[in-house]
Structures are given as structure tokens and as C-alpha cells.
């Protein structure tokens, strides 16, 4: 399924990155405790920022204020769910990551950018978007249950981040409700 994510909202625009955002990919990714609570290791360069943006395994939308479209305070990873829960997903279920800037949280950003994300998938034919959150992540949570998403289970060891410790990782995920109701 070929999905395009070009959203707005009344505080917020979400389209394709691009490479002119690669000094705000790395301010967001360069940030250790950010970058681990997304389930990856820190981005330390310019080149390093690029690269995440020229081999995404899905969609990577950034995520800008309205009228501010220059700097990038949010990142939404959108891919296929087989490509990293499970193996025989339906063709049809996302998943979405995200990480947001540290002088943007707190602020619902990403609350209201996932809510329309997610609604844009489901207008695109999308019947399930499903969240990995780290078990310690409670703001990523709140993110989840303020958007609909209810909590299928804990798997795990599920994730190595690179210190050969496996982490655990909560799935939260929300059925197309148009797709139900038909």
C-alpha cells in the first residue's frame, strides 16, 4: 500500500522531510534521552542526520508549527508493521514513532500530529496504526491513550538498542473505526 502523509492542522503542518531538515534531525536525534526512548542510538553528525533521512524504512514526516514551516520541532517515523512487529502483519496496519523536539514538549504537539496522522492513514485505507512505547516512557503513553489507542501487551526483550540490553516495549494500537463500521 503506497501512503503519503500531507497533513495540517490548525497549529501544525506534517510533510515529507526533506534534506534541508537535517540540522533539526540531528538537534532531536543528537539528544541521548530522546533517541533512546525511540529505540535508537544518538545521531552525532550532520552526515549522520542526512543518512537517517536518505534510508528510512518507511515514511518520515516532519513535523513544523504553522507559518513556521523552517524549523522542524517534531519526527514521525510511519512504516509497515511487518517490517518491524511481526512478519505476517496485514499489508494494511502502521506503525508510527516519533520523537520530539525538548523545547516542543509538553506543548500537545505531538498529541495533535499524531491524532492527524493517524486519521490520514485511516482516510487512506489504513485498518490499524500501532505504537511501541518503552514501558518507562510516560509521556509517549499519554501521547497514545490522549489519541485512542488502547494497550495490546508487553512483549518481551523485545528491542536491543545497542548496549546489549534488550528492552521491553508496550504496544498500543487503534483499529480503523471507518473500516468497522462498513
Do not use: W
Amino acid at each position: 500500500m503506497d501512503i503519503a502523509i500531507d497533513v495540517r492542522t490548525p497549529r501544525l503542518s506534517m510533510r515529507a522531510m526533506k534534506e534541508e531538515d537535517a540540522k533539526d534531525v540531528l538537534e532531536i536525534l543528537s539528544d541521548k534521552e530522546t533517541a533512546e526512548l525511540g529505540g535508537m542510538n544518538p545521531i552525532s553528525s550532520l552526515d549522520a542526520a542526512l543518512d537517517y533521512i536518505r534510508f528510512p524504512s518507511g515514511h518520515l514526516v516532519s513535523i513544523v508549527k504553522e507559518g513556521k514551516e523552517e524549523e522542524v520541532i517534531g519526527i514521525m517515523e510511519v512504516y509497515p508493521k511487518y517490517l518491524f512487529i511481526e512478519l505476517d502483519a496485514p499489508e494494511y496496519s502502521y506503525c508510527l514513532g516519533y520523537y520530539t523536539k525538548k523545547s516542543h514538549r509538553g506543548m500537545g504537539y505531538m498529541t495533535e500530529a499524531v491524532k492527524a496522522v493517524k486519521e490520514e492513514l485511516f482516510r487512506q485505507g489504513v485498518s490499524q496504526v500501532t505504537i511501541g512505547v518503552f514501558p518507562r516512557n510516560e509521556a509517549s503513553k499519554r501521547v497514545a491513550s490522549k489519541c485512542g489507542f488502547k494497550l495490546d501487551g508487553l512483549y518481551k526483550d523485545f528491542l536491543e538498542l545497542g548496549n546489549d540490553k534488550m528492552e521491553d516495549v508496550e504496544f498500543y494500537s487503534v483499529n480503523n473505526p471507518y473500516q468497522l463500521a462498513s
